[in-house]
């Protein structure tokens, strides 16, 4: 099979990673639940379900029943297209879909049309929160801090579900999401933990030992 991305010399990530820098754990959005949570398909074939039925209970009034059945069936035909199509373009995107977390960022190669990378040092991150879904599949969202800003619709649907103002880049629908997330909380304290060693400028012409 030939892979769209062989040109990255670590799957998911643009570059190699510097020294003293791991990976935790990468994987991917399930499909069906990438349709379900942020296409919504269940509505989607709902509508359509909804349609074929009116149709039914109109026909039924004035036809036989099996006419009625051959009346709904334009119905039952678009919503399937419908919902192949969501799921297709959900299939798409979590195949193009690698979320990375390593001891010091969280890494997202998102897009299927346009492919970006995201990276999100931890230190960018205020807090998290986690979505659960019945299988254990879930979302885990981050709430950014500081002057850091993305755009809702450039990031969808990698993002957490209606935060427009405050756009929260999230883990979408991600298997064993619970140990996903006890792997981010546990990086993340540990590398904010860390004391940050920065060098002074001299202002005198002496050299001033780091902080």
Not at 149 to 174: D, E, G, K, N
Request: neutral net charge.
């Amino acid at each position: 099979m030939h892979d769209d991305f062989n040109f990255e010399p670590i799957r998911g990530l643009p570059e190699a990673l510097p020294e003293g820098e791991y990976i935790l754990w990468q994987g991917s959005p399930v499909p069906g639940k990438l349709a379900r949570e942020a296409l919504a398909i269940r509505w989607v074939a709902g509508y359509f379900a909804l349609l074929a039925l009116w149709r039914f209970g109109m026909s039924s009034a004035e036809v036989t029943t099996a006419q009625a059945l051959g009346h709904i069936v334009p119905f039952v035909v678009i919503g399937a297209l419908a919902c192949g199509l969501l799921y297709l373009v959900a299939y798409v995107q979590a195949r193009s879909t690698v979320y990375t977390l390593t001891n010091k960022r969280v890494g997202m190669r998102i897009g299927a049309a346009l492919t970006m990378t995201l990276n999100l040092p931890y230190q960018w991150i205020g807090s998290a929160q986690l979505d659960l879904r019945s299988g254990g599949t879930g979302t885990l969202a981050f709430e950014l801090i500081g002057d850091t800003r993305l755009s809702y619709i450039l990031h969808w649907p990698h993002v957490r579900p209606w935060f427009m103002a405050r756009t929260q880049p999230a883990l979408r629908c991600i298997p064993d999401a619970e140990k996903v997330a006890r792997i981010f909380a546990e990086a993340a304290e540990t590398r904010i933990s860390q004391p940050q060693i920065s060098r002074a400028t001299p202002t005198d012409g002496t050299a001033v030992a780091a902080e």
